[in-house]
């Protein structure tokens, strides 16, 4: 028997409900709702889109859309995961968005219109406006629009706070700023903290921790900035200064001198240019190598004279 065209249009059009009922099987739909496929999605909120995967849901406020993966829940307004497995937006986090990733959540009513772009376990909590880019435990909680770009266990809860990256860095203050590294925490205001175990504990503090052994370096008031390393390398245009384990004693005994020495500090009616820091040091020099000559002179001089005594 041949099948006319008509026959043949009728018969596509059976599979491809049948095949829809199929794999609509156990589907929920509210109002407007679409579900265009998989198994076991539920979108029982008005206006509501699951374009496909397993076990995903879009309930129960109105414009959430998941667009597939598996067990993952869009429980916001406007609320919207990509993909992914299990990944979660509570009711009253409003215009959130999980673009993929595992086990990522949005929680907590002051959270509304936060970011989570993917990663493993990144948590935001009560947090308004608030991005975790994407890394694994992660964790943004009680800051208004704080930022992770990524990383492992790293914490924001500071109003506007940043932690780029890095491991187990702590950005409290507000304002606070953490680029990157390990176990670093700026609990200033407005402070920054990046290497290792740098700590900028007061406000507007700058610590960069670049030592070796794991060592910790603390900010040392408000305002300030702390350093430590190895070596610095200081370079205008061709002229390059190199403070290290030698110079830094010099450069001491300068600005931290003993008796009536002259130091940076006392000098106020002059400029302190890198010429005039020059010739401090250099007279730091001649002054030990003076004291040097003297102690060597007048040991010899006892010396001659317990020989002249002897003789």
Known sequence: MQLSSNHIRSFLTIAVAATTVAFSSGQKKGESSVI????????????????????????????????????????????????GFSNSICQDCTSGTIVGGATNTIKGTLSTECTIGAGVDNRIDDSPSATIVGGEINSIKNSNAGTIGGGKSNQVTGDFAVVGGGQQNIAIGKGSVI??????????????????????????????????????????????????????????????????????????????????????????????????????????????????????????????ALVLWIS
Not at 63 to 70: E, I, K, M, N, R
């Open 179 to 304: 680029p990157g590294g390990r176990q670093n925490k700026a609990s200033g205001d407005f402070s920054i903290a990046f290497g290792r175990r740098a700590e900028a504990k007061d406000a507007r503090s700058l610590v960069m921790n670049l030592q070796e052994g794991g060592k910790k370096l603390q900010s040392d008031g408000a305002s300030t900035f702390s350093a430590a390393a190895t070596r610095f390398t200081f370079q205008i245009g061709q002229v390059k200064a190199v403070l290290d384990n030698t110079s830094i004693l010099e450069l001491d005994a300068v600005l931290n001198p003993s008796g009536d020495q002259r130091t940076l500090r006392s000098t106020t009616h002059s400029t302190m240019t890198p010429t005039r820091i020059r010739e401090l040091i250099q007279e730091q020099k001649k002054n030990r190598c003076r004291q040097r000559f003297h102690v060597q002179l007048t040991g010899r001089i006892i010396s001659l």
């Open 36 to 83: 265009a496929g998989g198994v076991d999605n539920s979108a029982l909120g008005d206006f509501c889109t699951i374009s496909g995967g397993i076990r995903n849901n879009a309930d129960s406020n109105a414009f959430a859309t998941v667009s597939g993966g598996d067990g993952n829940t869009a429980e916001a307004a406007q609320s919207t995961i990509t993909g």
